[in-house]
């Protein structure tokens, strides 16, 4: 009789159901070489005593540990927390296990061995990145998995030839956005650009950038501002905008955060939104809908991009798929009141 305090183990299966050690550990693993008799007697056995195989033995085993690693920054911000649920919601649906090593903030790749190498020492199957500044880091990343097989796949991020990658064109949003102030018959445009180190930024900022100069505007530096993302960088930003350019008839922001803060320095300044300036964001967040003018902005699909990096490396660790693929995911202009003002919106 084994004592409460017993741990069982296969020895103890083996003894009970007349089989070795190594013809247990065939049943454990659903291996096909065992006639049908023996398995019954073996999982009779592992019933009876309640026996459960060690996770750890059976990755040995498998070489799998159902497990995956990401890498992210900015846990703080909307898009990569959305991103993370719709990693972690995927990875539930197959099975998998997801853990989570987070750059320090304000931190980019620069090293990102401690981070990988904390993921790749519990036997991930594979590595999810979602980080700000991928554009010069590529030989770091591969640097950092000298000796490890684990496929790895970008999020929010085009990296090159060596990566898959799942993401929006952000430069692309942006255009259309302009293109919509432009079509309102704004002239004079601004932007509240994200911090240079997030590669959303530099794409956001370019999309600017090519739209006016598709529209023949003016697109010196002095139109832009950077912020940090939140609500308070941007109204710092576009209190230095109307400072350099008092005749701003519109500004894009980079993300939802920092619309709200120009929307304060502008009502605090006595301007209009948007009779005076217009307004508009990126992301799209709930509140967006909520804000008061209601904000102009551009919906991307964060969850649904955290669900195809999960599917994407569940191919690439299965056989499945090779890597090095870019899959596009679109972004979606909402018109509200910060452009065309409430009387001017269609009911929904």
């Not at 554009?135 to 999020?155: C, K, M, N, T, W």
Request: glycine share 10%; hydrophobic share 40%; proline share 5%.
């Amino acid at each position: 009789m084994l004592g409460s305090r017993h741990r069982v183990t296969i020895r103890d299966v083996a003894a009970l159901s007349g089989v070795s050690t190594q013809t247990v550990s065939r049943v454990i693993n659903d291996r096909p070489d065992v006639a049908a008799d023996t398995r019954e007697r073996v999982e009779g056995a592992i019933a009876t005593l309640g026996y459960r195989p060690s996770a750890v033995a059976r990755t040995l085993v498998a070489r799998r540990s159902n497990a995956i690693g990401v890498l992210l920054a900015g846990m703080g911000y909307t898009g990569t927390t959305l991103t993370l649920a719709g990693i972690v919601d995927e990875a539930a649906h197959l099975g998998l296990t997801v853990l989570i090593a987070e750059l320090p903030e304000g931190d980019s790749l620069d090293d990102p061995r401690p981070a990988i190498s904390a993921l790749a020492e519990r036997h991930v199957d594979g590595i999810i990145m979602s980080v700000p500044d991928v554009g010069h880091s590529v030989d770091r990343i591969r640097a950092a998995l000298p000796e490890q097989r684990e496929p790895v796949v970008f999020v929010k991020a085009g990296v090159s030839d060596t990566y898959s990658s799942v993401l929006v064109d952000n430069a692309a949003a942006v255009e259309e956005v302009v293109d919509h102030l432009v079509s309102i018959g704004r002239t004079r445009i601004g932007h509240i650009s994200g911090p240079g180190s997030w590669h959303e930024a530099h794409d956001r900022r370019e999309g600017w950038q090519r739209a006016l100069h598709k529209h023949e505007l003016d697109a010196e530096p002095g139109l832009c501002e950077e912020g940090d993302w939140s609500p308070g960088s941007g109204a710092t930003a576009m209190s230095a905008l109307l400072d350099r350019r008092p005749d701003l008839d519109a500004v894009v922001a980079a993300n939802d955060g920092m619309a709200l803060g120009a929307m304060h320095t502008l009502r605090g300044r006595g301007l209009r939104i948007p009779e005076d300036v217009a307004v508009t964001g990126f992301d799209d967040i709930d509140e967006a809908a909520w804000f008061a003018p209601t904000l102009t902005s551009v919906g991307q699909p964060l969850e649904e991009m955290g669900r195809q990096a999960v599917r994407r490396l569940w191919s690439e660790f299965n056989g499945e798929a090779t890597p090095a693929v870019v899959i596009p995911l679109r972004a979606e202009l909402r018109i509200r009141e910060s452009t065309i003002g409430a009387g001017d919106l269609e009911p929904e």
